[in-house]
């Protein structure tokens, strides 16, 4: 019996694995605090890919006389790719060799990746997939609070508040056991709002649904504050004394009137004040936004303007209410701590900044100077791949974006134009099947390694069982790299000694782990961060005092309604919005594969109305089209969702042919949530 946590979401629910001859039994953890013994369905497959007939088990390379992939030893494969790194960057520079990561890497696969980038290889060209996920709240939190930890108080603290409203997050489909503390909030008597374009199993449960045109949160925001002004709902008090910048924000929201809102949004003048009067009025509000909210060319204003209705309201650092991010990935969060992002170094320091640079140098044994400045975002990396002057050369750990990335199919011929493709994965995903060198490596059942799920908290995933034979950890491939490379810093291919580096690299830094342990996150059931040291308790909760900017106090932003990249126009009449589905993960390299998840392909999600106009029928197939692709899917026909909207899930190959790779100008977040579409039978 081994205590571990979920291979998929950023719940991180508590499990326990047990072996059973060659089967490996899910149980769920009852103690874990977060699950309380519940799991969604692909927790209770996890193990579905033990043992698999397409699991990896051999290193793969292409054969340039047939093109084909065909077996081969470890030694031969990672002298291959050490070899051509090396040519590459002897011809065109360090940076002609990329690396892109994943927010599913456990923390010290992801503070090593970033180590291997900047120390082994040298290259700035270092990001990965939490640009797509977490990183326009991530931006927005920096900016307003200084800090960005997706929930600033553990999950459970939802229970306690009187009014939630959830902006674009269907968490009963996306992470099912969170909803229980979504019906204990109701059983109290507490309110649940939901703002989504489509009446999801989320909104179903929820007191209030509010159903804006994919895009316009930010004026459903403006209009909330228009409203909560002129009612005097503003918390005159906590404004004057924790926050900075609400003259500003006040001036702003004054032309949001609800007629103007509804125009723009779609949503009723009396659900706007509905929503008004039931947050003006509670004495504990929780705002909590997801990627229907943030994945938006405007992704990073719309998450500031909600954060400027739970500052006005006074909220944030109260208990049992404030404003959180629901991130996504397994390790969404501490993924993007500890430096493979490519503006950032371990402990969520900056790279620009010298006293950052010269803490992790020193830790790496390393000059400062030798160390690259940041480098390109997610897309915009590989958008560069194979031009003149981009990278070459790319390397991935824990991502498919030939499935994930927007505008798919341009992404998979910037991957086609390269010199080599890498990938290490665990099956032979889209990306690495377009690959020149697969390699194979463990799953989460096989190996250790710390997760930070979305409340901050530090778990221990431990391996219950021996991977197969032929496979290696991300972290082996890593040291066989470097040390092919002739890079004499240190890569433990060992997960605890990754960490205790790790400790000592993030030691000071915003996200400080310093005072971490495995030993304290077994006893404590996970240690939330900063911990600066042995003694330290963690910090559950965070801005109950005070914010982590220079003053101390929060700031408001004010922000303006510029829309959605794409309009629909005469050619393209409809919004096109994607999400997920419970029974399936991400690009669903893993879950696809899992012989008892429903594996149903792609769909196109369509109102009565709309199947009506065009002559679409539920179950027959029909045609979205964007300016970037199309795809042909059945129909299904719902009246769930809005009339001018339809929606695509992006588990199969398809959706993202369709999508827009307009990106929000800071967080440089993808506009994987709307764009213009053509519907037809
Ligand atoms: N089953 C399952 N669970 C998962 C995952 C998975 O792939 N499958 N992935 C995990 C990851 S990485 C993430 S990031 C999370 C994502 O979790 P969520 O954010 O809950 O998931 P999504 O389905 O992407 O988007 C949520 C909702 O946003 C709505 N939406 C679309 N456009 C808009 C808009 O403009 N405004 C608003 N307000 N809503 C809009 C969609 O209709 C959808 O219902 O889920 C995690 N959990
Ligand atoms: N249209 C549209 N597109 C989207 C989204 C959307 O809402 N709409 N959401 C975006 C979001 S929020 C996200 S997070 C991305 C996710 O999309 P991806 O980045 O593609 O994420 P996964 O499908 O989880 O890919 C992980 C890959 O790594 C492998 N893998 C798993 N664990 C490990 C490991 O430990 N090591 C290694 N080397 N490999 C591993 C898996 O088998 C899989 O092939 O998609 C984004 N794309
Ligand atoms: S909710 Fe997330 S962490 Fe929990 S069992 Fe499902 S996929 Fe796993
Ligand atoms: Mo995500």
């Known amino acids: 019996m081994t205590d571990t946590h979920c291979p998929y979401c950023s719940l991180q629910c508590g499990m326990t694995l047990q072996r059973r001859g060659p089967v490996l039994e899910v149980q769920a953890r009852p103690a874990f605090p977060v699950n309380e ?5 692909k927790g209770w497959t996890a193990a579905g890919l033990r043992g698999h007939r397409e699991r990896l088990t051999t290193p793969l390379v292409r054969d340039p006389a047939t093109s084909e992939l065909r077996a081969a030893g470890w030694d031969e494969a990672l002298d291959l790719v050490a070899e051509r790194v090396r040519a590459l960057q002897d011809e065109s520079g360090a940076d002609a060799v990329a690396v892109f990561g994943g927010g599913g890497l456990t923390n010290e696969k992801a503070y090593l990746l970033g180590k291997l980038a900047r120390v082994a290889l040298g290259t700035s060209q270092v990001d990965y997939n939490g640009r797509w996920c977490m990183s326009s709240a991530a931006t927005a939190g920096n900016r307003a609070f200084g800090i960005d930890r997706g929930l600033p108080f553990p999950l459970a603290d939802v229970e306690r508040a009187d009014v939630v409203v959830l902006v674009g997050s269907n968490l009963a489909e996306t992470m099912p056991p969170a909803a229980r503390h979504l019906d204990r909030l109701r059983e109290r008597g507490g309110r649940v709002i939901v703002v989504d374009p489509r009446r999801t199993p989320t909104a179903e449960r929820a007191d209030l649904h509010l ?3 994919p895009g316009t949160d930010l ?7 228009h409203l909560l002004v002129a009612a005097g709902a503003v918390d005159d008090a906590y404004v004057a004394a924790r926050t900075t910048g609400w003259e500003e924000v006040r001036g702003a929201v004054i032309g949001w009137w609800p007629e103007r809102v509804e125009r723009v949004s779609g949503v009723p003048v009396a659900e706007l004040t509905e929503l008004a009067r039931l947050v003006g009025r509670a004495e504990r509000v929780m705002v ?4 229907g909210a943030e994945q938006h060319s405007q992704g990073t204003a719309t998450v500031l303007a909600w954060i400027d209705v739970a500052l006005a309201l006074g909220m944030v650092g109260k208990d049992g209410a404030g404003y959180g991010c629901l991130t996504g990935q397994g390790n969404g969060q501490g993924g993007r701590e500890h430096g493979q992002k490519a503006d950032q170094l371990p402990g969520y320091r900056m790279i620009d900044d010298p006293a950052a640079r010269a803490h992790v140098a020193d830790v790496w044994g390393v000059d400062p100077d030798s160390l690259p400045g940041a480098g390109r975002s997610a897309y915009e990396l590989l958008d560069a791949l194979g031009t003149p002057g981009g990278p070459r050369a790319l390397l991935v750990h824990g991502s498919n974006p030939a499935v994930s990335a927007p505008r798919a199919t341009h992404v998979t011929q910037r991957l086609a134009a ?18 020149d060198v697969v390699l194979p490596v463990t799953e989460w059942a096989e190996e250790t390694g710390t997760m930070t799920n979305l409340e901050g908290r530090v778990v221990l995933r431990e391996r219950a069982v021996a991977p197969p034979e032929g496979v290696r950890s991300d972290l082996e491939v890593y040291a066989g790299l470097a040390a092919r490379l002739g890079c004499t810093a240190a ?16 030691a000071g830094g915003r996200a400080d782990y310093a005072g971490i342990t495995y030993d304290r996150i077994r006893a404590e059931d996970g240690v939330f961060w900063p911990c600066p040291a042995e003694d330290h308790p963690g910090t559950p909760r965070l801005f109950a005092e005070s914010f982590a900017t220079a003053d101390g ?15 629909p126009d005469d050619d393209y009449p409809l919004h096109l919005t994607t999400g997920r589905v419970l029974g399936q993960y991400q690009s669903g390299a893993q879950t696809r594969r899992v012989r008892d998840l429903p594996d149903t392909g792609p769909f196109v999600e369509l109102h009565p109305m709309l199947a009506a106009r065009v002559g679409a029928r539920d179950g027959e197939p029909v045609v979205v ?38 990106l929000d100008p800071s967080s440089r977040m993808p506009e994987f949530k709307v764009c213009a579409a053509q519907v037809r039978a």
Do not use: M, Y
């Open 625 to 662: 089209t964007t300016r970037r692709g199309e795809l042909k899917a059945p129909a299904r026909v719902v009246g769930t969702i809005r009339p001018d909207t339809v929606f695509v899930p992006f588990h199969w190959v398809g959706a993202n042919r369709l999508t827009n790779d307009a």
């Open 288 to 291: 909590l936004t997801a990627r």
């Open 37 to 41: 013994g519940a799991l969604c369905r």
């Open 553 to 567: 106090r929060a700031r408001f932003v004010a922000v303006d309604h510029v829309g959605a990249a794409e309009q």
């Open 491 to 506: 890569f433990p291919t060992d997960p605890e000694a990754a960490f205790e580096e790790l400790r000592r690299a993030s």
């Open 211 to 213: 159903q804006p045109v």
């Open 418 to 435: 390269l010199d080599l493709l890498v990938v290490a994965d665990i099956v032979l995903s889209e990306t690495a099947a377009l690959a």
């Open 219 to 225: 004026p459903v925001a403006l209009g909330l504050l």
